[in-house]
């Protein structure tokens, strides 16, 4: 029994340091592991079939709405980047610099993307010239590199994957339009798809992206009360096609500036599923976005009968589940306990008692709820235990959320609850950058968006006392 | 009808300038654009759709043998690629130097990788402890950069697309089969996927992958005679294991290193269909890797009825094939031409009369032929010409490259032909490299691959009269 349970033992308890217990997670669970290249991760099997499901999901939703795949280079010129003033000032601090191409200095040093709107928008402004090109709405799937002092697995790092959608409109209603459909498709894959609930808003113009009208974000509750900005969407208005010169000829034979938006996920999503289902045991992965669903584990697999008994139900499974067998010489109970660490949402033990009764056991992964279960019946019992779980994966998490939102009516309550309750606080805002900046300096707390759904908690802005305008979301985020 | 034959006549004919006419097709096909970034290339989104069926279908060859996907980091510490010698000999002259990281210079520059070999050894060597570790058959989808000089497009860009897979094995005999498995599923999706027929084989010491022990290639002819290299499979040996220290204990408790492979197909497979493939009115596109395989023309749109016809239609083919209806107000004429220089397979003509008589014309794209079929028969019939279209293309290739594969005695008939036939030269070798670099020299054909299939062409030399060991494929190449 020693040797079974050194697999759990080795992690962190959650409760006593939750980010040890997720470095712990994203180590045991083989999503990840570091490399050579400071602040640059290398993404295991596990972890890439996770991003790959999430593609799968996110690319037949994008290309439901008309979105077209393309590919730009990796590299923008220095000249370029510089072209929209505030995108520039954003993100030139932290890009990686290319200075030479073999043993030749470039003429001009060029940076690796840390994102692609100069680069979408160059091609755009040769693209568009007549309104018949209108509307554009490319994506691509790349990495980007972004040079973080501090990094961590999946959340933090100097390179990860994303999508970039980017999009040209004839009018600054479709724009918004487009910017807006974006982010209820990434709300919705988060809830279908993950199983994690997210708010939807806007963020102040402090914490909006470099060189945005205005950017819209979903906001998801970890475990451990912090935030973690899982998805956003951004209107340019015509900021960029005035500075990049993207004009088409309209219906009426005039020369009009294009709207534009941008919107992106990133591997983070994956840190994202660990913090928001994993528990002590390890990793808990929702149904659909988990590269295997089921595992066959054999009890006394040396037993005549036994494994093939197991390749048997696999064959049964295959057409409709993602399935393996484990018939590795580990024992049952250390297969049991890879498999929660792996978050695979179910297990079936089988033995030679069990195939005699015709039976086998089914384990759900997040309650440890166990079944027995007649073999005519397994394809059955599993579709359902697979989907019961997806659905309570998501009001679990919703009701995590719920349990960890509070209102504020005065800076004392706030201060109070950011110090000691971690979670979400609403609270109501001036719209001063001002009271904005003293939070974050008194508190940590960042505003995280002012939702959609806007409440009002009382009259006055809970950090100056004047008159309020918005409701806010605050919180300590990653 | 001057405005129709506009986009025709915009491309040079193929066989007055083979290189302006792949040009002229890769831009009015729309697959790629040039881009502010020297010696980069847009992908545009039927390029890329065209590579996302390439990808598609390797990817699940390479799962159905055991194959998982990763991901490594994008950068190469310098000390990293410096490792193995005749890799980084190979490499260096030719990669792009990330110097700087946001502000501050880095303590080591790194390269963006050229080929990943360094850094997934680097990985193993971490990774792998026991045989139960073994084989690792990873592989990763990702972009590389090679700083060239000279730059076309698909062909050779400083950045392209491409798996890389990479493998580590117990065993010589293992790592060798899969070297050979690997060149095989290549070959294999060539000529099924691509209609594109290869020669397999082996490269010369002189041609073969910097820190290979062996090097296996495909051969394609492109239709002007030219040679492509269209995928490699390396056997590494165990030369990076002893330069990375990449060792396991066996099932004796002995420490073994382990003996490694890698392989690898891009984004230059798409320049391959367009030059085996297409024709003077443009790209020709193989059913099964064609975006859309199936276009239906309005004829006489604006009448009552065409329009759904033609919307009914594409709805009942949409669950079988990829198909589009061309709606635009464009002519027919105009419409026939995009479709002919986009490479679309079939295309379908539907009029009022043919709504009326319940039929439509169906167009197939390389042979132009034309069939009136009835609207009842129509997805039998678009099968059975796809199916057809492929098959006969694989055909057609073959029966070029047949007729463009010369064999030399002597090395008189060997200049001759290289001079006036484009095309494969059988001849033989001693595998004195003094008589390759000398034909290359005077004749800039290259040797291609010492093909599995052997032949005796003579009992010499081509080159210097020695007896011969071995038949070899010479050609010029791109």
Redesign the interface.
């Known amino acids: 029994m020693a040797k079974e349970k050194k697999l759990v033992e080795a992690i962190t308890s959650m409760e006593e340091d939750f980010a040890r217990w997720y470095t712990d997670v994203v180590k045991k669970a083989e999503l990840i592991?570091y490399?050579?290249?400071k602040g640059?991760?290398?993404?295991?099997?596990t972890g890439?079939?996770i991003?790959?499901n999430i593609q799968k999901e996110l690319d037949r939703r994008f290309k439901e709405t008309g979105v077209?795949?393309?590919?730009?280079?990796?590299?923008?010129?220095e000249s370029?980047l510089e072209k929209e003033k505030d995108h520039v000032e954003g993100f030139?601090?932290?890009?990686?610099?290319?200075?030479?191409?073999?043993?030749t200095p470039l003429q001009e040093r060029?940076c690796?993307r840390p994102t692609s709107e100069t680069?979408f928008c160059?091609?755009y402004a040769?693209?568009i010239q007549s309104y018949r090109d209108l509307p554009k709405l490319?994506n691509q799937w790349?990495?980007v590199?972004r040079?973080e002092k501090e990094t961590r697995p999946f959340l933090r790092s100097?390179?990860f994957?994303w999508q970039e959608g980017h999009t040209a409109h004839a009018t600054a209603k479709e724009a918004q339009e487009r910017t807006e459909l974006m982010l209820n498709i990434y709300a919705d894959f988060c809830e279908e798809v993950l199983a994690m609930p997210v708010i939807r808003g806007r963020k102040t113009e402090k914490e909006k992206f470099a060189g945005a009208e205005a950017t819209y974000t979903i906001e998801a509750l970890m475990h451990d009360g912090k935030a973690l900005q899982s998805g956003t969407s951004h209107n340019f208005g015509d900021g960029f096609a005035k500075a990049f010169e993207i004009q088409y000829t309209d219906k009426e034979n005039k020369q009009q500036y294009v709207h534009q938006t941008s919107w992106g996920m990133t591997t983070r999503l994956i840190g994202a599923i660990i913090m928001v289902h994993g528990d002590e045991s390890g990793l808990v992965l929702p149904p659909r976005v988990a590269p295997t669903q089921v595992l066959i584990v054999p009890i006394m697999q040396k037993k005549e009968g036994v494994l093939e008994k197991a390749e048997e139900i696999r064959n049964q499974l295959i057409s409709n589940f993602r399935v393996k067998v484990d018939d590795s010489d580990k024992s049952p109970g250390w297969k049991f306990s890879e498999q929660e660490m792996r978050g695979i949402p179910v297990r079936i033990e089988l033995g030679p008692k069990d195939i005699e009764q015709n039976q086998c056991v089914l384990v759900r992964r997040d309650t440890r709820e166990k079944r027995i279960v007649s073999l005519d019946e397994v394809e059955d019992a599993i579709k359902e235990v697979l989907d019961a779980m997806q659905i309570e994966m998501l009001e679990r998490a919703k009701a995590h959320r719920e349990a960890h939102t509070y209102e504020a009516k005065t800076y004392d309550e706030f201060k109070d609850i950011v110090a000691n309750k971690p979670g979400f606080v609403k609270a109501m805002w001036c719209e001063d950058e001002a009271c904005e900046n003293k939070i974050k300096e008194d508190t940590t707390a960042t505003s995280r968006c002012m939702p959609f759904n806007q409440e009002t908690i009382s009259d006055t802005c809970v950090c100056c006392g004047k008159p309020a305008k918005t409701m806010v979301y605050w919180g300590k985020a990653y």
Chains 1, 2 share one sequence.
């Open positions: 592991d490399s050579s290249v640059c991760m290398v993404i295991k099997p890439y079939a991003w790959e077209e795949n393309v590919y730009m280079p990796m590299f923008i010129p370029l030139a601090p932290e890009v990686a610099w290319v200075t030479h191409g073999g043993l060029m690796v680069l160059d091609f040769n693209e490319y790349c990495s590199v040079w100097r390179e994957l």
